[in-house]
Structures are given as structure tokens and as C-alpha cells.
């Protein structure tokens, strides 16, 4: 998306815990941020209220906009997955006084995002061998899971969302079993989302420590490493 008259771009990452907000001056080299804003996404009843709060703070008139939503986008319209809110990309664009907003998952948003990132912004955690007309895939675990990809159509890399996290959790033995069946207990259909998310990680270990508790078979490493770690009295 580019201004067509002079002024900000506005962006933004819309997520369950946060939404985050930043304009950028496209006559600016380099692309940086020439003002940035946060606000709990749960302190606001929908997102328009959200945008009335931050509007008043932004250096200057916007002429363009877009916004990753962690949900799917079906025809411009976003059901966010961990929020009470719908946001209507046509609602937005009148509220900012636009013809048009851009309103894309928000893992699609930051597949397009990747091409533009620099070497030092990566951390190899494998080497393998690079393959430029390969598939690429985005997992962030954050206040739910998100995924997307990215290949190569016609010599030019395209992102897509998929929703990944809202795939079935497979357990593999049977403790991944008994964890199944807690979550099941509590939510009735269990998503990698309920395992590998900032809530999903609180559940694992709540599991963990309340099956170690009722263990009678000694201490676990997890015990053993906490107090090998805990301070002198």
C-alpha cells in the first residue's frame, strides 16, 4: 500500500494481549517509525475504540493504512480469535477517513515482512542447506499460536495465512495423553493453541507440577533444578 499524497502511513499489530501502532513518513530514508503507541487490547471495548485513543497522538494527517489482526480476514472482515471484537476494514477506513484500509492476518503480515529483514535480525538454531526456491514457514506462540507460510509462485516469494494453531494437539505417548485429557476436560477440542501459546505454556506446567505432586517416585530433574538453584538461607 502507497500514499498517494503527502503524509503518514499507519500500521499496525493487533494482537490478544496487545495492539500496537506505529506511522511511518514514506518521503523518510530509512523506513522507521516516526511514532510509535501500545495499549492493552483488552482495555478497549472493540477496536474502534482503540484507534479513537491513539488517533489523537499521530504527528500528522494519514493517507494510508494497514493492520495484522490475529484472526482470519474472510472479505475484509476479522473475527479476532482471542478478542471480543470484529473489525471491518470498511468501518476502519471511514473512521480514518480513507477509501480503503489493508486488513491481513497478522502472521501473513509478518511473512511479507520477512524479506525486507536484515542477517542480524536472525538466529540460526539449525544449520541446514538453504534452498531459495523452497517453502518458508512463520510459527509465533504468543497469547495464542500463529502460523503461516510463504513460496515461491512465478519466481516471486507469496505469503499466506493458514491458522495453523487451531489444528488438533496430537499426543504421542501416553502423559501426552493424560495432558489431552485435562485440556479436553476444560476447553472440549484441543488446539496446538492450548499447548504452545503464553496460556499453553501456564497449562503444561500446571499439569507438570500437579502430576509430580501426586508422584511418589522421588525427586524430578525439575525439582532437583530447583533447588540446586534456590538461594542460601
Known sequence: MVADRQGLILAGDIGGTNARFAAFDPAREPCEPVWERTVPSRSAASFLDVLRTVRPGIPGPVVAACFGVAGPVRHGVCRATNLPWVIDAGEVARELSLASVGLLNDLEASAWGVEVLRGSDFETLQAGAPDPDGATALVSAGTGLGEAGMIVLDGVRRAFACEGGHSSFSPVNEREVRLWRRLAATHGHVSWERVLSGPGLVAVYEFV???????????????????ATAPRS
Open 209 to 227: 507440577r500437579d502430576e509430580e505432586s501426586a508422584s511418589d517416585a522421588g525427586p524430578s530433574p525439575i525439582r532437583r533444578a530447583r533447588t
